[in-house]
């Protein structure tokens, strides 16, 4: 597994397939992103996860990171 990039939920350890960039837009400007990675299973929970917080959220494949 060494190498292989790891989902960001809590305790997953599927392989991540997912970026998915965010801010907090009351705390930093348009120049501060986040990035989190997410598996497939994962990824739409992660993302209404950040847009349930009215945060800037944009997702794409990781192999385009």
Same mark, same amino acid.
């Given at each position: 597994? !060494?190498?292989?990039? +790891?989902?960001?939920?809590? =305790?997953?350890? @599927? &392989?991540? !397939?997912? +970026?998915? !960039?965010?801010?907090?837009?009351?705390? &930093? $400007?348009? %120049?501060?992103?986040?990035?989190? +990675?997410?598996? $497939? =299973? &994962?990824?739409? &929970?992660?993302?209404? *996860?950040? !847009?349930?917080?009215? *945060?800037? +959220?944009? #997702?794409?494949?990781? @192999? %385009? #990171?």
């Amino acid at each position: 597994m !060494t190498g292989e990039i +790891v989902c960001s939920a809590k =305790g997953c350890k @599927e &392989h991540a !397939t997912w +970026v998915i !960039t965010w801010r907090n837009p009351r705390i &930093h $400007d348009a %120049t501060r992103k986040k990035q989190w +990675v997410a598996c $497939d =299973g &994962h990824r739409q &929970h992660l993302e209404a *996860f950040l !847009t349930a917080r009215s *945060f800037p +959220v944009e #997702v794409g494949p990781l @192999e %385009t #990171v």
